[in-house]
Nanobody
Framework: QVQLVESGGGLVEPGGSLRLSCSAS????????MGWYRQAPGNERELVAA?????????DYADSVKGRFIISRDNGKTTWNLQMNSLKPEDTAVYYC?????????????WGQGTQVTVSS
């Protein structure tokens, strides 16, 4: 129903900034939550930030990124972004965009393929 593609990853020095973008296609009107997750080698995939459309665009951040990262959306539900500032080596991970969508009584989860973010000197 929904297809997601991430972009914007790359190599950045500590303290630098990077902006990720997620483009959605398909049944985009069904999207209830727009999120960003990350997974470092050997670690579990963790929530970075999310916008819950059905809760008046409530924004949630992981404690580790609060004050440094900003999630936003453009063009309705078709695109959402993650502005990452003051990056730390600990932020190095594959970042995935995620969509939660509902149709009838069912809830579906969709994932992008991921984009690598490397923070290193």
């Amino acid at each position: 129903q929904v297809q997601l593609v991430e972009s914007g990853g790359g190599l950045v020095e500590p303290g630098g900034s990077l902006r990720l973008s997620c483009s959605a296609s398909g049944n985009i009107n069904s999207i209830d939550v727009m999120g960003w997750y990350r997974q470092a080698p050997g670690n579990e995939r963790e929530l970075v930030a999310a916008i819950t459309v059905t809760k008046n665009n409530r924004i949630d951040y992981a404690d580790s990124v609060k004050g440094r990262f900003i999630i936003s959306r453009d063009n309705g539900k078709t695109t959402w972004n993650l502005q990452m500032n003051s990056l730390k080596p600990e932020d190095t991970a594959v970042y995935y965009c995620k969509a939660e969508a509902s149709r009838w009584t069912n809830i579906y989860y969709y994932w992008g393929q991921g984009t690598q973010v490397t923070v290193s000197s």
